[in-house]
């Protein structure tokens, strides 16, 4: 499967599209990654703990919108786009979305 931020594929011709597909994940921080987060704020660094999280999340969300794609019979998704969130009443949860058209290619 191919995934791609472009509308097209080179060397490759888009014979059908499917359709919009989407990814959705929504999840917790903790508060140890908090705390950690809170003292790289004071000391500076980078909050290992969220890139941790958000590197998961994206991942989940990826994989999630990629399996959406087969169940229509893609062979890719073009155009793919990511949006970051936070929710919640203390911002304490992070929302990944991912969206794009499922294809087949030629």
Wanted: aromatic share 6%; net charge negative; proline share 0%.
């Amino acid at each position: 499967m191919i995934l791609t931020t472009t509308a097209t594929i080179e060397g490759r011709a888009v014979s059908e599209y499917l359709g919009i597909v989407f990814g959705e994940v929504i999840t917790g921080i903790n508060v140890f990654k908090d705390i950690g987060a809170g003292l790289r704020n004071i000391f500076g660094g980078r909050a290992q703990g969220y890139e941790g999280e958000l590197l998961q999340a994206r991942e989940q969300c990826l994989q999630e919108m990629e399996q959406r794609a087969r169940e229509l019979g893609s062979d890719a998704v073009v155009g793919v786009k990511m949006d970051y969130e936070a929710l919640g009443s203390d911002n304490g949860m992070l929302m990944v979305t991912c969206s794009g058209t499922a294809v087949r290619l030629r």
